[in-house]
């Protein structure tokens, strides 16, 4: 067994596909129109055949109260790892990504957290270089 599939719920799908593509640098897998919504799924261009991300409408009440939940208390949906956290913070500030949290030491991995202008915090991890 593997992860094939997990999904961030997002406000609007669209937005959610040119931030996570033309800024975090993701790829499209699948875009499949399902009605007013899409079964729309990136991939990292590192690993196009690995465990796509389903940017999925956060249309239920429940997916809202849970996105909302999770940002007030400052607690990331999801955790993307990088090789160089520093150089990747550069980059994302640079084209105007919000950091909530700089990058910090947090045990074996460097920490910071963003948002993804779709309703959540995520995380991006490096390992520490020892």
Known sequence: MRIGVTSVFVDDQ???????TEVLGF????????????WLTVVSPADPDGIELLLEPD??????AYKTA???DGI?????TVD??????????DLGVFFTQPPQPMGQVT??????T?????????????
Do not use: W
């Open 84 to 93: 160089d956290i520093d150089a990747e913070y550069r980059r994302l500030t």
């Open 14 to 20: 669209d937005k959610a596909e040119k931030f996570y």
């Open 59 to 64: 249309q239920h009440p429940a997916a809202k």
């Open 70 to 72: 999770l940002s007030a």
């Open 27 to 38: 790829q499209v897998k699948h875009k499949v129109p399902l009605g007013e919504y899409s």
């Open 111 to 116: 920490s910071a957290v963003f948002d993804d």
């Open 118 to 130: 779709c309703g959540n915090l995520i995380s991006l991890n490096s390992p520490v270089s020892e």
């Open 76 to 80: 990331p949906m999801m955790i993307f």
